[in-house]
C-alpha cells in the first residue's frame, strides 16, 4: 500500500502496512483484503488479513509489552496518550480522509468529528493516568491490622471495534485500556482497516513502547479467535447485539471479563412545550448523520399530536435540503451507506417499510451524479401508527427515521420503553420538572435533554437491556479496564484457631 487518488479531490498516503504487531506495521499471512470506498464501489487499497500465526505474534508481542508498561509510571503512560493525541489533531485532515474513503462519511462530518473525538478521549484518559489510586481501609482500631487496595490493570485486552466510527471506537476502547497499564490487540471491522492503524503510528511515535498496541487484521472468525484465546483477559465489542451474544457465549468457558457497545431502536420525544425548529434539528441529526449509521440514533420519533403537523411539515422541508454527494467535498452532507450488501439490507426496509407505514419522504436509491456505483439511499421518513411494525422495531442502521404522534405522558413513555434495546433516549421540552422526570422513567443508558446524540468524553456511554454490558468513557471506563486488589496488612502475630 503506499498512495491514493480520489476522485473528486482527495489524496492521501496510506499506512505502512495492513497490521501492526510488536510496534512494526506488516502484511498478514491470510487473504488479500480489498479496501473499498463507498462512494464509487472501487477498490482503493489491498491489504491481506491476519492469519492464525499473526495472532500468536501479536499475543507473544503484547505479553512483553505488557509487563513493560504495567510497570511504567501512570504519569509516563499519560504523557505518551496526550503526546499521541496531539499528534492525531496535526494529522486532522489525512487521517479524516482516510475515515471517509472507507467509511463513505462526508470529509465535513470526519474532519470535525472522527480524529478530533479520539484525540480528546486519548486526553481524557491521559489525565485519568495518574488518578488510579487505592485506599487505606483501617477495621480494627488504631494500631491493629489495616487493609489497602490496589488497582491492577487486566492484561492484554481484545478490542473488536464496528465499522461506522472506526476510529473513534478504536480510542474509546484503546486510550482508557492503556491508561491503566494494559496491553491491547484491537480488531477493527473488515470494512475500515485503515485508521487503526494510524492509531497505532500516532502512539509508536509518542513513545509506546513495542507491544503494547497491536492491530490485526480480519472478520468475525479472527474477532472469534481474539474472543477465544487463552491469553486474553478482557473483550470490548462495538457491534450488533447477536454478535455480543457470540462474543458472550465465547468469552464465558475462559470467564473472561467483558464489555459490550451495543445497537438500539431509541426513541425521540418531542412535547408540545418544545422549541420545534430545535427539535426537527434534532431528529434529522439523530436520524441523518453518518447517512444514519450510529448506534444511538433515535431512530423512533414520537412527536406529541398538538405539534405533529408543524412538525412534519418542517421536518420535510429541511430534509428535502440536504446535500447527498460527493463524500470529498466539504459542502456535501450526506454520504452513502458503508457497503453495497449493508445498502440492500436497508433498501429492503424501505421497500418492506411502504407496506408497513405512509411514506412522507425518500424512500429510493438516488442517482448521485459521478457516483453511480456508490452505495447510495435518500434520507427516508415514514409516518407511523402501528409501532409494531418491523420498521419500527428492528435497527436498521440507514437514514431512516419513524414518525409516530402521541397524546400524553405515560403513554408516550410506555411506547418508548416498549423495546428490547435500551441504548438511549432524548426528550425536548420547556418543562423543567418533565424533562427530569422523563430522564428518570426512560429504560435507557444515555439520556438527553433537548439535544440529541451529543457523546462528550467526559460522561460514560451505554446501554441498557439488550443495548450492552458496562461503559464506556468517564471515569467510570477505568473500571472498565483495571481490577481491584485488597491487601490484609498484620500488625501482629495471628491468634490461629489451630
Ligand atoms: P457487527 O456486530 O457485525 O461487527 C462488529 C465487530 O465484531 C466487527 O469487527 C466484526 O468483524 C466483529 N465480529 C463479527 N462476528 C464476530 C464474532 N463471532 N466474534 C467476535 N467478533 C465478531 O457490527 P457492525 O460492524 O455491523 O456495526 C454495526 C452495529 O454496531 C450496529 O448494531 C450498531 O448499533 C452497533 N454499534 C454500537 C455502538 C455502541 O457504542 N453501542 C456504536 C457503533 C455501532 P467484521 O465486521 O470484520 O466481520
Known sequence: MNTVTVRAGGISALPAGSQFIDGAFGHGGGEPMPDVYPATGEVFAELRWSDEADLDRAVAAARRGHETWRRTAPSARARVLARAAAILRSRNREIATL??????????????VDVISGADCLDYFAAQAATLTGEYVGFSGEEGDWGYTRREPLGICGLIGAWNYPLQIACWKAAPALACGNAVILKPAELTPLTALELARALKEAGLPDGVF??????????????????????????????????????APGLKKVTLELGGKSPLIVFDDADIDSAVGGAMVANFYS?????????????????????????????RALRLGDPMDEATQIGP?????????????????????????GGGVPAVAGFESGYWVEPTIFHVDDEKVPLCREEIFGPVMSVLAFADEDEVTQRANATGYGLSAGVYTNDLTRAHRMMARLEAGTCWINTYNVTPIELPFGGYKRSGIGRENGRWAMDAYSQVKSVYVAMSAPQYPY
Not at 468475525?220 to 447477536?242: D, F, N, Y
Not at 448506534?295 to 405539534?307: D, I, L, P, Q
Not at 451507506?337 to 419522504?361: E, N, P, W
Open 291 to 319: 447517512t444514519g449509521q450510529v448506534c444511538s440514533n433515535g431512530t423512533r420519533v414520537f412527536v406529541h399530536e398538538r405539534v405533529f403537523d408543524a412538525f412534519l411539515d418542517r421536518l420535510v422541508a429541511r430534509t
Open 337 to 361: 451507506l458503508v457497503s453495497a450488501s449493508h445498502r440492500d439490507k436497508v433498501v429492503g426496509y424501505l421497500t418492506a417499510g411502504r407496506g408497513q407505514a405512509r411514506l412522507v419522504h
Open 214 to 251: 497491536n492491530v490485526l487484521q480480519g472478520d468475525g472468525r479472527l474477532g472469534a479467535a481474539l474472543v477465544a484465546h487463552p491469553a486474553i483477559a478482557k473483550i470490548s465489542l462495538t457491534g450488533e447485539a447477536a454478535t455480543g451474544v457470540k462474543v458472550l457465549q465465547g468469552a
Open 99 to 112: 475515515e471517509t474513503l472507507d467509511t463513505g462519511k462526508p470529509l465535513a462530518e470526519t474532519l470535525v
